[in-house]
């Protein structure tokens, strides 16, 4: 047996242990024995060279044989993957909210602390997203299963992003959307998608406002309903209006011109229309309600920093000054969030290129705007 014996800890796909020798074997579990001992054998053993290295670990993982001849060659690459995974898969339980995790981030990271030979980001990156959907919550099967309360109900601000849920609705608006309802609701575009809606629900109903300023179009709630019942609806707006009365400083909102998707005279404005188009886009099929939840609070930041970008942060009635510094940190930020998303949906090399093309030409406007 050898004396200098380098055991690594990891896993199948499938969850089952795996150890890894010296760095160059891989070994899965085999039989576990009445005394809690346990039987590796190399991975080749089920393989056309039925390889019969084995080793042997007591409970403490102290090495009670090995069997340390192979016949075939050691597969240094093959290995370094496995322990890729199995590391990476550990940094990924850590998080409690796998859609915050960056991928490439942790691959960079662990990368570094395996030295030389670790595998490309490309072979691995497939396994890395399935780790991460792993980490999902149960996903919700009926409406009823919906928690009323949910770390995923906050903001990136960590502010609520869940304002109302009864056994029909869920209504989803951040002080900064109910701010934008409150305060620009002459005009409130609202239209439904079915395609984007979990697969236990109605349809995903969206208000939006325009802020004729910047000439923008910003969402101000996202609501999920389980049924089209006309009750339903005026219990939806009922309470968005409740809620964006809290942001009004001197009068209450009183009379809103709601315009439709039904409604002929407004359809080429398309402003809630694109906007599910856009949803519809990233969802090709329907989402799983924490994905769902976790992008639109993506899009509620991204909004939320263009607007402050634009007004240079003045739409609390905090004054801030912002240097240039600031801008270009938000601005870079937002196209950060972007890339996260077009990387879940599996864009590819060519549309992260137009992503950051599109964020040097933002950045050479800022320039041009401080001379």
């Keep these: ?44 053993y089920k393989t056309l060279n039925k390889c ?21 060659l050691e597969k240094e690459i093959d290995v370094s993957i496995s322990v890729a995974e199995h590391k990476i898969k550990e940094e990924i339980k850590k998080n409690s909210i796998p859609m915050d995790i960056k991928p490439k ?41 919906i928690p009323i309360e949910s770390e995923y109900y906050k903001t990136k601000r960590n502010e609520n992003f869940m304002i109302f849920k009864n056994t029909d609705l869920i209504i989803f608006q951040s ?42 179009f910003y969402t101000t709630s996202i609501s999920i309903l389980k049924s089209k019942k006309q009750y339903t609806y005026e219990t939806l707006f009922k309470e968005i209006k409740k809620n964006a009365n809290k942001f009004r400083s001197n009068t209450l909102i009183t009379t809103i011109n709601f315009h439709c998707d039904f409604e002929q005279e407004y359809l080429t404005n398309n402003a809630s229309e694109s906007y599910n188009s856009y949803l519809n886009n990233i969802f090709p099929n329907k989402p799983l309600f924490y994905k769902l939840i976790y992008i639109l609070k993506e899009e509620e930041n ?70």
């Design 1 to 44: 047996m050898e004396d200098n014996i380098e055991i690594e800890m990891s896993e199948t796909n499938r969850g089952n242990e795996r150890i890894i020798i010296n760095k160059k074997h891989k070994f899965n579990i085999s039989i576990q024995r009445k005394d809690k001992s346990k039987i590796y054998r190399c991975t080749e």
């Design 105 to 145: 981030h942790i691959f960079n990271a662990v990368s570094q602390e395996m030295g030389l030979i670790y595998p490309e980001y490309s072979t691995i990156r497939s396994q890395i997203i399935r780790n991460i959907n792993k980490q999902f919550p149960p996903n919700i099967k009926c409406f009823d299963d």
């Design 175 to 216: 002080p900064f959307q109910a701010y934008l309802f409150s305060n620009y609701h002459k005009n409130i575009f609202a239209d439904g998608t079915f395609y984007a809606a979990p697969k236990f629900s109605y349809q995903l109903f969206i208000t939006r406002t325009y802020v004729g300023e910047f000439n923008m």
């Design 302 to 371: 991204l909004s939320y920093n263009d607007y402050q970008r634009r007004t240079k942060g003045n739409w609390k009635k905090k004054q801030k000054i912002f240097s240039a510094t600031d801008e270009i940190k938000i601005l870079i930020e937002n196209y950060k969030s972007k890339e996260i998303n077009l990387f879940y949906n599996g864009c590819n090399r060519n549309e992260l290129i137009k992503l950051w093309k599109e964020c040097l030409i933002d950045l050479n406007d800022i320039n041009i705007n401080l001379k």
């Design 52 to 72: 019969k290295s084995l080793i042997i670990l007591n409970d403490k993982k102290e090495v009670l044989k090995y069997e340390s001849l192979h016949n075939h």
